[in-house]
């Protein structure tokens, strides 16, 4: 499809973040599964949760412009959730683990806010105010899973320093 509006690549741009939103669904329960640290855990699932809804927000908006999101997908999402799934992979469960994990995850949070900031503020240029609080909405939700992030982060990255700072020293003594 060629665009050639701003209606046109608003379109565009929210079946990016639809099928953003949809992988990562897909990918929660997984990072949920990887993660030691029961906080993180829990923040994982409480943003599955939260995503679902920004699913379904994103559908209203749809519904209400008389368009389908579904169809296209979003590449740049792909490529971040592969990277993080090879850390999973990767490493053993643990504290150096969750910290990776953590960075992945914070990857996506600033890719959707760069979307979701982005559209809302098409919205607001095409007279759409309903789709633009939606989008601000889920912007916010955005906003506070990355602060959440970079909260548990600085306990699990401090415990993962120390632990992994403890088995360099065994082996520097064993060597």
């Known amino acids: ?17 639809y099928s953003a939103e949809k992988q990562i669904t897909k990918a929660l329960p997984k990072l949920a599964k990887a993660a030691k640290s029961e906080e993180l855990r829990s923040a994982f699932e409480n943003h599955l949760r939260e995503t679902q809804q920004q699913v379904e927000r994103l559908e209203r908006i749809g519904e209400m412009a008389g368009k389908n999101l579904s169809g296209k997908t979003c590449n740049g999402m792909k490529g971040l959730l592969e990277e993080g799934s090879e850390m999973v992979e990767e490493m053993e469960k643990g504290e150096l683990r969750d910290a990776a994990l953590i960075s992945a995850a914070q990857r996506v949070e600033h890719y959707e ?63």
Do not use: C, W
């Open 1 to 17: 499809m060629s665009v050639e509006t701003m209606q046109q690549l608003f379109f565009e741009e929210l079946k990016d973040l």
């Open 113 to 175: 806010m760069a979307g979701y900031g982005t559209v809302r503020e098409y919205a607001r240029l095409l007279e759409m105010p309903q789709a633009a609080t939606l989008l601000d909405e889920t912007l916010k939700e955005e906003e506070s899973a990355d602060q959440k992030l970079t909260s548990i982060s600085k306990r699990v990255n401090a415990e993962a320093k120390r632990i992994t700072n403890g088995a360099h020293t065994k082996k520097a003594k064993i060597a």
